[in-house]
């Protein structure tokens, strides 16, 4: 589960994060309270769940009090378009503002679990205020991670070799070794995926703030944390993810056009490996589920068919759990039931799968049998090309 950033600092400033004095306003009255009672210069920011705000025109300086007036007015209500949100954007529903600051030197700082070393990871790199992927890419020896064991959790010498990696003057180690306890306990408390600011700053004044906050917390972690729940902003949701779970189907939206429904998680990522594979794009991610009811089938179609760019379906069913002549059926009937506009193309396997094709054969809908994956996935291609 994302929150916004002003959300973020709130539970920063709990843990001792040094973040901006700041307020948030959804509408130009509130925001002119908050102005009022920060003094200028402020920065007025969108709250949306996506980065690079600022490159689309979310975020602004303001040194007066009129274009504190003139960047709320642009803010709020604006639809805000950056590379995390997709041609489509986001509406600006709250915008934050926050006390100016002189900023001597901007960093990046993150934590992340790491799988592969059952760790958890700190990340930081002297280049703050950069998409942090691009810095990788060009320039990975300026990335420092330090690894924490869980079990032990961060040591001294952690803290330590963040300091010298960073290059950070001696006097502001004991400062920074703090915020790094802070977020760490932060991390683990709050079951966090990922803890982002991006950029840290060192002020003028040699104060160590964090400018941007970014927190994911673990869905799957929300049963131990009502309050965290109470954080979510069902604005930022994807409509159709967010109807999928009330059907209680795993679905994602993806960019290409092929649209896919498969029962498993680790049978849709290989569907949509194989989809790229014979040329085509995916369009999502949707798992029903190993017992797939003929409901559940037809939710799923009306999701898939929700998006405009889809122009085949594939379906791939191992039936295991749910025999192929009972999924069979449950195509068909879901496929009568949304007035099927587009093709599909269904590849089974498993428990009476000869009887499961012969039901599809004879529909007389546009579903087209498949005799394996890598079949399936050209004939799918095919029909988006």
Same mark, same amino acid.
């Given at each position: ?126 280049? #703050?205020? /950069? ?5 990788? +890419?060009?320039?990975?020896?300026? $990335? !420092? =991670?330090? &690894? ?110 092929? #649209?896919? /429904? ?5 049978? +849709?990522?290989?569907?949509?490996? $194989? !989809? =790229?594979? &014979? ?107």
């Amino acid at each position: 589960m994302k929150i916004h950033e002003y959300q973020a600092k709130e539970l920063f400033r709990k843990y001792r994060v040094p973040t901006p004095e700041g307020g948030v306003g959804e509408s130009l009255e509130e925001i002119a309270e908050v102005v009022a009672s920060l003094g200028l210069p402020v920065v007025v920011k969108a709250q949306i769940h996506a980065g690079g705000r600022g490159k689309g025109g979310g975020v602004r300086l303001a040194r007066t009090n009129e274009e504190a007036n003139q960047a709320a007015a642009a803010i709020l209500g604006m639809t805000l378009v950056t590379r995390q949100t997709g041609p489509e954007g986001r509406l600006v529903r709250k915008v934050l503002v926050e006390k100016g600051v002189a900023i001597e030197k901007e960093l990046y700082l993150s934590l992340i679990p790491d799988r592969g070393s059952a760790t958890i990871m700190f990340v930081a790199s002297q280049d #703050g205020g /950069m998409d942090i992927e691009e810095v990788a +890419a060009a320039t990975p020896e300026r $990335i !420092i =991670k330090v &690894a924490v064991n869980p079990l032990t959790g961060p040591q001294p010498f952690h803290f330590r070799q963040m300091a010298f990696g960073l290059q950070l003057d001696p006097a502001l180690h004991k400062q920074f070794a703090a915020l790094l306890k802070g977020l760490y306990q932060l991390f683990v408390d709050c079951d966090c995926s990922l803890v982002e600011i991006n950029p840290l700053i060192i002020t003028a004044d040699q104060q160590i703030i964090a400018l941007d906050a970014k927190i994911d917390i673990d869905g799957n972690a929300l049963f131990r944390h009502p309050e965290l729940q109470t954080l979510h902003d069902p604005f930022e949701d994807d409509p159709i993810e967010a109807e999928a779970a009330r059907f209680h189907l795993n679905y994602i939206n993806l960019d290409g056009n092929v #649209g896919n /429904m498969v029962n498993g998680a680790g049978l +849709a990522m290989a569907t949509m490996d $194989i !989809i =790229k594979q &014979a040329g085509a794009e995916p369009a999502n991610f949707l798992d029903v589920g190993g017992g797939a009811s003929a409901e559940m089938v037809e939710n799923g179609f009306r999701l898939i068919l929700r998006d405009p760019k889809v122009k085949g379906i594939l379906i791939n069913i191992f039936g295991g759990i749910l025999r192929c002549d009972v999924l069979a059926q449950g195509v068909v009937q879901a496929a009568e039931k949304v007035n099927l506009s587009v093709p599909v193309v269904v590849r089974m396997e498993g428990t009476n799968v000869e009887e499961g094709r012969r039901i599809l054969s004879d529909s007389g809908l546009k579903l087209i049998n498949a005799a394996d994956l890598a079949d399936a996935a050209r004939k799918v291609a095919e029909i988006v090309a």
